[in-house]
Nanobody, 127 residues
Framework: QVQLVESGGGLVQAGGSLSLSCAASRRTFSNSPMGWFRQAPGKEREFVAAISASGANTYFGDSVKGRFTISRDNAKNTVYLQMNSLKPDDTAVYYC?????????WGLGLPSRFDYWGQGTQVTVSS
């Protein structure tokens, strides 16, 4: 069983920045792609970003391209999401997830390709 714990959420003004972290409980994390998703009230879960096991390949949802970056530190079993130029539409609960089974298609941002999820952290962007 893999446990994922997100941190770093909070309230920020539009145009500001936040950095989220997701710590994994197992060292197998370093062999697995990771992803960030978000869900706003009344909306479906949305793909934000994903990163390969080595960190060499990253993928982003259209709504965050050019504003968000994803990175990881396998020595710390941690994945990060740096969010810049935040907009009120970025307000959501942000979840990290791991593709521990290395299912194909994870780079497309399909939630079904990620088998363990964190509890989420709230990000609120005020206008």
């Amino acid at each position: 069983q893999v446990q994922l714990v997100e941190s770093g959420g909070g309230l920020v003004q539009a145009g500001g920045s936040l950095s989220l972290s997701c710590a994994a409980s197992r060292r197998t994390f370093s062999n697995s792609p990771m992803g960030w998703f978000r869900q706003a009230p009344g909306k479906e879960r949305e793909f934000v970003a994903a990163i390969s096991a080595s960190g060499a390949n990253t993928y982003f949802g259209d709504s965050v391209k050019g504003r968000f970056t994803i990175s990881r530190d396998n020595a710390k079993n941690t994945v990060y999401l740096q969010m810049n130029s935040l907009k009120p539409d970025d307000t959501a609960v942000y979840y990290c997830a791991v593709n521990q089974k290395n299912l194909a298609g994870w780079g497309l941002g399909l939630p079904s390709r990620f088998d363990y999820w964190g509890q989420g952290t709230q990000v609120t962007v005020s206008s």
